[in-house]
């Protein structure tokens, strides 16, 4: 396990030695976010009787958790493969498991870090009370999971950073903004209601936002089943590519 501890370690030091811009920076992002839209739309957006500005705080955690989650694996093998330092993961006798586990738990260790800030600093604006602390361990695990996998899926397709910059932007932004972070789907059309319902993504928001009110708009064990059958597509899809060595043994 010692060439699994390395690459953990390598990975968690490579985002906190630069934790000004990747855990501050994203906490103040979610910050000026609660306090433009709790300030437009307090009193005109209700979600089952809480409060918008309370509505909205778990909604930019798990945005942050599943951004930053990305971003790190994504960013973490793009730079290493444009570099080639990406050889000095290859020669050392490191299974795929290994490598896998590595660079998603160091994502999900990113994601929840920064997610654990914005939860701390919105606590200051908005009233937050968690009514299933189970459920929300559960989902921003999870959630976390899945986009480190997405990002490590990306960071050995892409070949170049506009590769990278498009899979998020085209993507994973589109995706978790249209999650119901900053509204509930019961107020779209039944068009785009059924349409949001095709998201993966709205079923981690929506189960996370669950554990702190108890209510939500769809039952928390259904989002659970989507997530984890999301969660075993991807983890199976990453751990394929790096078997096979995609993109990484040419």
Do not use: C
Not at 77 to 92: A, D, E, R, W, Y
């Amino acid at each position: 396990m010692t060439g699994f501890t390395t690459l953990l370690g390598k990975e968690l030091l490579r985002f906190w030695k630069v934790g000004v811009q990747t855990v501050l920076a994203p906490v103040l992002t979610s910050l000026l976010y609660l306090l433009i839209f709790s300030h437009v739309l307090e009193g005109r957006v209700s979600f089952h009787g809480v409060a918008y500005t309370s509505f909205l705080a778990p909604g930019l955690v798990m945005m942050a958790v599943l951004q930053n989650s990305f971003a790190n694996t994504s960013s973490s093998l793009i730079q290493s493969k444009i570099t080639g330092n990406i050889v000095f993961v290859l020669l050392p006798p490191l299974s795929h498991w290994e490598m896998f586990w590595a660079y998603v738990l160091a994502s999900m260790a990113r994601g929840l870090v920064v997610g654990l800030g914005v939860l701390a600093v919105t606590s200051w604006f908005a009233e937050v009370h968690l009514a299933s602390p189970l459920w929300v361990v559960v989902f921003a695990v999870m959630g976390s999971a899945i986009l480190g996998t997405i990002g490590l899926i990306a960071g050995l397709w892409a070949d170049k950073f506009d590769q990278i910059a498009a899979f998020q932007n085209f993507l994973i932004m589109p995706a978790t903004f249209l999650s119901g972070v900053f509204y509930s789907v019961h107020s779209l059309p039944p068009f785009w209601q059924s349409v949001s319902h095709l998201n993966p993504f709205f079923y981690m928001v929506d189960g996370f936002r669950y554990g702190f009110f108890g209510v939500s708009d769809v039952a928390p064990a259904i989002s659970l089943s989507v997530i984890a059958l999301t969660l075993g597509v991807s983890g199976a899809t990453a751990v394929r590519l790096l078997r096979i060595g995609y993109k990484l043994r040419y």
